[in-house]
């Protein structure tokens, strides 16, 4: 799930994500191949295939299940079946919602996700209903907890970085560029012994909409049931909820 409150969202559903390990390993393991396969297997000019090792670590899957997916996707033998796909549509209160897909059947993941977003109290909407709400983002996030952010603006912005923003309440610093330039950044804090929590390269909507209640849980609710979805990769969606929101939900 990649909407806001994202730090709070990390924290409180850590442990779920722990659960369904082996389908979020699923995941990485086919977005590396698919990243290896279109963008060649050196992660210096790959900066898909680099932010999808560096989420794949972060889960920590093993050594070798990466390694492995790299040298199917880069020779060309694995994953030539699967396709990239994009679904939107709306959720409650009027939030904007893109889901990504890879599919080796393209009937039954439309089928899956228009299910999803009817059960969920949803719409979906056509293409390009909501994806000009978003643009693409390479992004780092840390938390504020012993962080030198002095240090980690200067490293960041000499890498190339656009920005460093801070959110205090929900306590982490983001560290922004274009998709570009995130390897070339992620290099950058790493050498210096900086390294993000979350690493990634998202689409971050120009605006959100503040949920909260039962709303937010409706909603939150609707995208769990996407994101469960075999051939769902990320769901990305322009939702505000607070951290003190976000912890009753999931208390």
Not at 94 to 112: E, F, H, L, P, S
Not at 155 to 179: F, K, Q, R, Y
């Amino acid at each position: 799930m990649s909407g806001h409150s994202k730090w709070s969202t990390i924290k409180h559903k850590k442990a779920a994500t722990d659960a369904k390990r082996g389908k979020v390993f699923t995941r990485y393991i086919r977005e590396i191949t698919i990243a290896a396969r279109s963008g060649g297997d050196d992660t210096d000019a790959n900066p898909r295939l680099r932010a999808a090792i560096t989420a794949a670590k972060g889960v920590n899957m093993p050594k070798d299940n990466i390694e492995r997916a790299i040298s199917r996707g880069a020779g060309g033998d694995d994953g030539n079946n699967i396709d990239e796909i994009r679904y939107e549509g709306y959720g409650q209160a009027g939030v904007a919602i893109i889901v990504d897909c890879m599919t080796d059947n393209r009937k039954r993941t439309v089928a899956d996700v228009r299910s999803a977003f009817n059960k969920g109290g949803g719409n979906m909407g056509e293409s390009g209903c909501v994806a000009w709400m978003f643009h693409q983002k390479g992004q780092f996030i840390f938390a504020i907890d012993g962080l030198d952010e002095d240090r980690l603006i200067d490293i960041a912005l000499e890498a190339g970085a656009d920005d460093v923003e801070e959110h205090a309440d929900d306590g982490c610093t983001i560290v922004c560029c274009s998709p570009a330039d995130f390897g070339t950044v992620q290099q950058a804090l790493e050498s210096a012994n900086l390294h993000a929590q979350i690493a990634e390269i998202s689409w971050v909507p120009e605006n959100t909409i503040t949920v909260e209640g039962d709303v937010a849980e409706k909603l939150l609710g609707l995208i769990e049931r996407l994101e469960d979805i075999d051939d769902v990769q990320n769901v990305y969606a322009n939702y505000a909820i607070s951290d003190a929101e976000m912890a009753r939900i999931h208390s």
